[in-house]
């Protein structure tokens, strides 16, 4: 089975801190995604990536960056962290671009920002 | 903007009851539709991709109604383990030239003993 693995389930970091998120899977997927999920707002792309060393912006890409030096590890970087950020962070991993292809989330990074 | 529209409920029902999901969608180019699942405090999970014939899996059943732009979700006799929030979603043109997933904000499910 897929298993998509965020380094950490709880983070609390300070305004103005470097944030560091780490996805990694071990399914050879070629597609790699970011999401963020807030009540009543739902899940919201922020980057993915459809291959090493490439990146397109989703939707909510102010604030954020993103980076895919290997194919199995896609990491999402807060530059400077605001309170706003305080969020569920998902990463998602899915085998290749399709109409039906499924994706296959991590855990969750639950991120607070103080 | 692209938008895919759910009830986010809470729909409260009882064991063995049938219940329905509805989900609208504002983009008429989409292309393919999914039912996700979300148990408290876990990630989304596939349920069910929904195919232009309607498409059944044991006790669940999609339907896509293009015309009308909506996708339904029906669950019979209803177990306590479905209990969870479904999210309805979305693939579609961005208009940048890719095709990406919309998420819709969910319908939450309670089945009570």
């Known amino acids: 089975d897929v298993k998509v693995t965020q380094s950490s389930r709880y983070l609390v970091k300070r305004t103005g801190e470097k944030v560091f998120l780490e996805c990694v899977q071990d399914?050879?997927?070629?597609?790699m995604f970011w999401y963020r999920q807030d009540p009543g707002l739902g899940l919201r792309l922020i980057y993915f990536s459809y291959d090493v060393k490439m990146k397109e912006k989703g939707d909510i890409p102010e604030g954020y960056s993103v980076s895919r030096e290997k194919k199995e590890r896609f990491s999402l970087i807060l530059e400077s962290a605001s309170t706003n950020q305080t969020s569920m962070y998902l990463c998602?991993?899915?085998?290749?671009?399709?109409?039906?292809?499924?994706?296959?989330f991590g855990s969750g990074t639950q991120l607070s920002v103080l | 903007r692209k938008e895919v529209e759910q009830d986010p409920g809470p729909f409260n029902v009882p064991e063995g009851a049938t219940v329905a999901f509805n989900c609208t969608y504002s983009n008429s180019a989409s292309q393919s539709f999914f039912w996700y699942r979300q148990d408290c405090r876990k990630e989304p999970k596939l349920l069910m991709s929904v195919y232009s014939s309607g498409n059944e899996d044991g006790r669940f059943t999609a339907q896509l109604n293009r015309a009308s732009q909506y996708i339904s979700l029906l669950i019979r006799d209803s177990k306590l383990s479905d209990s969870a929030t479904y999210l309805c979603v979305v693939k579609g043109d961005s208009g940048a030239g890719s095709y990406q997933l919309t998420f819709g904000k969910g319908t939450k499910l309670s089945v009570i003993p």
């Open positions: 998602a991993s899915s085998l290749m671009a399709g109409l039906w292809e499924k994706l296959f």
């Open positions: 399914m050879d997927h070629e597609n």
